[in-house]
């Protein structure tokens, strides 16, 4: 069983940033994928971006690149999302994901934080 534990979030500027962090309580961090989605009322989890464990490989969605990173560090057992650049459409429910397998679908994550809002105003 992973738990998942975020942080961060809030209400910030267009244009501003904001880091999301997401800490696992499991002695194998590393062999998990880790990711993140949002998700708007009414709306399906929408992908953000996924990371591997040993951090090669990295996957962000089209709507995000450029703007957002995905990091982690396995010694702390945390992944991070660290956006700039945002914008009013990026306000949403940001959740964070683990599995064994890179995966832009939400189904394919075992394992979910509790969500934290971040909220960009125009």
């Known amino acids: 069983q992973v738990q998942l534990v975020q942080s961060g979030g809030g209400l910030v500027q267009a244009g501003g940033s904001l880091r999301l962090s997401c800490t696992a309580s499991?002695?194998?961090?590393?062999?998990?994928?880790m990711g993140w989605f949002r998700q708007d009322p009414g709306k399906e989890r929408e992908f953000v971006a996924a990371?591997?464990?040993?951090?090669?490989?990295?996957l962000y969605a089209d709507s995000v690149k450029g703007r957002f990173t995905i990091f982690r560090d396995n010694d702390k057992s945390t992944v991070y999302l660290q956006m700039n650049s945002l914008k009013p459409e990026d306000t949403s429910l940001y959740y964070c994901?683990?599995?064994?397998?890179?995966?832009?679908?939400?189904?394919?994550?075992?394992?979910w934080g509790q969500g934290t809002q971040v909220t960009v105003s125009s």
């Open positions: 990371i591997s464990g040993n951090r090669v490989s990295t």
């Open positions: 499991v002695r194998t961090f590393s062999r998990y994928v």
């Open positions: 994901a683990a599995d064994r397998t890179m995966s832009r679908a939400s189904l394919e994550y075992d394992y």
